[in-house]
């Protein structure tokens, strides 16, 4: 006999924060309640079956302003993908100058996804 099991999401696709309500039997979604608008029905599969974040962190850049690059993915990555993707980011050294938006690590773990600069550092000048 398959349990059921609920879970509880706040919506973050607007302003209005509904509180949707997932019904769930083994790995299938049986039911979704709660959401005022079609967005939070899309939020709640995609929450329930594969949760998406950004990622934002720092690397490592060599001869720059800043001993630190702010970088961010170009697009959202799977969660259970995030700690190893800042585990390989903890390893990357780059060199001044760099624009923001230039590519950092193309296509990190094999997931279609870039890490790209979110700022301009320049060279230090000596």
Avoid: W
Wanted: proline share 6%; with cysteine.
């Amino acid at each position: 006999m398959m349990s059921t099991e609920e879970k509880y999401l706040n919506c973050i696709n607007c302003p209005m924060g509904c509180k949707i309500h997932v019904t769930l039997n083994a790995d299938t979604i049986i039911t979704i309640s709660g959401n005022t608008c079609p967005r939070g029905e899309v939020y709640a599969r995609q929450e329930i079956i594969n949760p998406q974040r950004m990622l934002t962190t720092t690397v490592r850049i060599q001869g720059g302003m800043l001993p630190l690059l702010p970088v961010v993915s170009q697009s959202t990555l799977p969660k259970r993908l995030i700690f190893d993707c800042v585990k390989v980011l903890q390893g990357v050294q780059i060199k001044a100058p760099v624009k923001m938006g230039d590519v950092i690590v193309h296509n990190i773990l094999n997931s279609g996804v870039d890490i790209i600069a979110s700022r301009d550092v320049k060279e230090k000048s000596t």
